[in-house]
T-cell receptor
């Protein structure tokens, strides 16, 4: 079902540290996963995606890991910067659908 | 990347009035656009899928007579909140899919900047 939370989990890190944001998804039929970044008062911005036939994908300063066995997704941000402060959402495309279902979101706060 | 523009970015209206929000794909054509609603500190909830030239597909629990969607062209979808009430106050976000990005069957969704509706 949909993942909607009344309270956003928060991750606080120091500038320069690595950040790891976790996400559990619900549907084993999901075959495509996306991480979005949403800054306050703005729409979501695509960060990185991964298909279910992969377990790791790297971008610029970001890495997504997928563990299908436990239905877990993570986003790793290297050398976190204050500009990375935002809410991060994982989203899953359920098999046969191209419409992402958004997870709960995690608020990342980066302290200078 | 492709740009999706929403207008207005914020609007305040009186209870009982109707408000129209526009969503435009600026540099690509979108046969399908999506409307989401987001309450404070919550996730994005898909409201409906807007299809160019045909009726929108609404998610379960979303009143189609209250949230009117029109997708008159390949670059414009509108969401009209009719007879708005304070509980309709929310952040409305549209997105569109650019099939030419080259991400296979999924395509990449591009999101607008959102429209914050406050109903007094």
């Amino acid at each position: 079902g949909e993942s909607v939370g009344l309270h956003l989990p928060t991750l606080s890190v120091q500038e320069g540290d690595n950040s790891i944001i976790n996400c559990a998804y619900s549907n084993s039929a999901s075959d495509y996963f996306i991480w979005y970044k949403q800054e306050s008062g703005k729409g979501p911005q695509f960060i990185i995606d991964i298909r279910s036939n992969m377990d790791k994908r790297q971008g610029q300063r970001v890495t997504v890991l997928l563990n299908k066995t436990v239905k877990h997704l993570s986003l790793q941000i290297a050398a976190t910067q204050p500009g990375d402060s935002a809410v991060y959402f994982c989203a899953e495309n359920r098999g046969g659908s191209y419409i992402p279902t958004f997870g709960r979101g995690t608020s990342l706060i980066v302290h200078p | 990347g492709a740009v999706v523009s929403q207008h207005p970015s914020w609007v305040i209206c009186k209870s009982g009035t109707s408000v129209k929000i526009e969503c435009r794909s600026l540099d690509f054509q979108a046969t399908t656009m999506f409307w989401y609603r987001q309450f404070p500190k919550q996730s994005l909830m898909l409201m409906a899928t807007s299809n160019e030239g045909s009726k929108a597909t609404y998610e379960q629990g979303v009143e189609k007579d209250k949230f009117l969607i029109n997708h008159a062209s390949l670059t414009l979808s509108t969401l009209t909140v009719t007879s708005a009430h304070p509980e309709d106050s929310s952040f409305y976000i549209c997105s569109a899919r650019d099939l030419e990005v080259g991400r296979g069957y999924t395509g990449e969704l591009f999101f607008g900047e959102g429209s914050r509706l406050t109903v007094l």
